[in-house]
């Protein structure tokens, strides 16, 4: 699907879309507070609502959706929020790219796309690799939450990191459906409203796991992250 680039203008949005180089974050937001990112922040209800409450924390939500960064740009910049940024980046070529190890205090993943039908699974974002490369960018003790809508989600993202080396699980189980204080995005509530279950997940970057201990993460290229693509949109 192609999408109708249009500009935006905001002063929170950071339009570097393939950076090179880790980024500055301090030097960016002004302070050295810690930095938790949203990957595929839609059109920013997660984050709007989460950072207000959280203004001792500096947010990056992301999304490779132009219509996305637009509007949760227009949210930040209404509520007048210092601690938000916001880009238009793949996820893979953040964590990559523009992240030093280690420095993310929390990452956030709600209902990523659910490539539903079997044959498309491949797609998932999600994957063993995903989580292995994450762990590189969570501070030890960080947080990694992840929902979805899609049970079959669900269960592939919960079988695989509990096979992982360097998380932990927060919670009693797999998964809940009730995350006490965790934001509901619009997106969410159409299946709450529904009937429909979304699966919480929250798991820490186990601090007893040395960054030397974790497994190397091998991204490949996988779907969306063909990185010419992202720089020709
Ligand atoms: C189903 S929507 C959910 C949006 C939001 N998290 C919510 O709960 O309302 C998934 C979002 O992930 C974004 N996305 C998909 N693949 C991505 C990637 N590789 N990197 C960054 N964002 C991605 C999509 O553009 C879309 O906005």
Known sequence: MTQRIIPINSPNFIPDRTPEKPLDWPEILGNSNPLALEIGC????????HAIKQPEINFLAIDIYNKG??????????????????MRVEARWLLEKGLHPESLTAVYI?????????????RRLVNQEFLLTLAQFLEPGGSFFFSTDFDNYAEDVAGQISDLTGYRNMLQQDWTYHLPGYPISKYMQRFLDKGQKIYFMHHQR?????RQE?????????????????END
């Open 206 to 210: 186990d601090a007893a796991v040395s």
């Open 214 to 230: 974790l497994p190397v993460p091998a991204i490949q290229r996988g779907y969306r992250f063909d990185w010419q693509k992202v």
């Open 69 to 86: 960064c637009l509007k949760t740009c227009a949210k930040v910049d209404e509520a007048g929020l210092k601690n938000v940024r916001v």
């Open 42 to 49: 839609g059109i920013g209800h997660f984050i709007l609502e």
């Open 110 to 122: 709600n209902c990523p796309d659910p490539w539903p039908k079997k044959r498309h699974r491949g």
